[in-house]
C-alpha cells in the first residue's frame, strides 16, 4: 500500500486545514497520527471499511475524518486549530485492527510521508 498525504500548511489559531490521504492497492482502515517535535507520535483519528470513526479526546468536537465515496481517500477537516496542534501529520493503513488498538501505530503496517501543520498564535 502507498499512501500519499498532502494539505498541510501555516494557519492562524481558531483557522482550519484539511489534511487528505490517497492510499493505492486497496482499501483499508486507515488513521491519523501526528507528532510534534520532541514528542511521541500520538494518536489522533481514524476510520474503518465500514465507516465507523474514533477520534482522540484532544481532537474530538474539531476534527472530522471521513471517506470519499470510492474510500480510497481519507480526509482529515480540522476546525478551531491552536498551537497545541502544530506537528508532522502521518496517515497510515490497517488491514485489521481492534477496539483495543486502532489508536496505536503498532496496529498500522504502512505510513504516508507526512504532512506539516503549523498552527500560529
Known amino acids: 500500500v502507498q499512501l500519499q498525504a498532502s494539505g498541510g500548511g501555516l494557519v492562524q489559531a481558531g483557522g482550519s486545514l484539511t489534511l487528505s490521504c490517497s492510499a493505492s492497492?486497496?482499501?483499508?482502515?486507515m488513521g491519523w497520527f501526528r507528532q510534534a517535535l520532541g514528542q511521541e507520535r500520538e494518536f489522533v483519528a481514524a476510520?474503518?471499511?465500514?465507516?465507523?470513526?474514533y477520534y482522540a479526546d484532544s481532537v474530538k468536537g474539531r476534527f472530522t475524518i471521513a471517506r470519499d465515496g470510492a474510500k480510497r481517500t481519507v480526509h482529515l477537516i480540522m476546525r478551531s486549530l491552536n498551537p497545541g496542534d502544530t506537528a508532522v501529520y502521518y496517515c497510515?493503513?490497517?488491514?485489521?485492527?481492534?477496539?483495543?488498538?486502532?489508536?496505536?501505530?503498532?496496529?498500522?503496517?504502512?505510513w504516508g510521508q507526512g504532512t506539516q501543520v503549523t498552527v500560529s498564535s
Open positions: 476510520i474503518a471499511w465500514n465507516g465507523e470513526s
Open positions: 497510515a493503513a490497517a488491514s485489521f485492527w481492534s477496539d483495543s488498538n486502532y489508536d496505536t501505530p503498532t496496529a498500522y503496517t504502512d
Open positions: 492497492g486497496g482499501s483499508f482502515h
